[in-house]
């Protein structure tokens, strides 16, 4: 893909069905970061650092904040899932590494 293709993809997903599905940018961001700081502020205080099961945290959250726009969403329930999964895979992971 060239990069006016890219910027006019980018143009057409910020202003169409995404931003009627996350609503305004700025506070979905702000729901986002709200969340995120709750998390990493947690990490730093149990762990001394982030691991990749607080990344999945994160991502987790982000659909939620998402969530909170459009219930309706399969898609953010299906990925809401997945991260789960994936985060207590990482955690398993982190665990038999003894960190």
């Not at 995120?36 to 990344?55: C, D, E, M, Q, R």
């Not at 987790?60 to 994936?86: C, Q």
Request: charged share 25%.
């Amino acid at each position: 893909m060239k990069r006016d293709e890219v910027l006019s993809k980018a143009e057409e997903y910020v202003n169409g069905p995404r931003a009627e599905d996350y609503g305004p940018a700025f506070d979905n961001f702000e729901r986002i970061a709200e969340g995120w700081n709750i998390i990493l502020s947690n990490a730093l205080k149990t762990h001394g650092y982030f691991t990749p099961a607080h990344v999945a945290l994160m991502m987790d959250w982000l659909k939620t904040a998402r969530l909170l726009n459009n219930l309706h969403s399969e898609d953010g329930w299906v990925d809401k899932a997945g991260y789960a999964a994936l985060g207590a895979e990482c955690a398993q992971i982190t665990r038999d590494r003894g960190e």
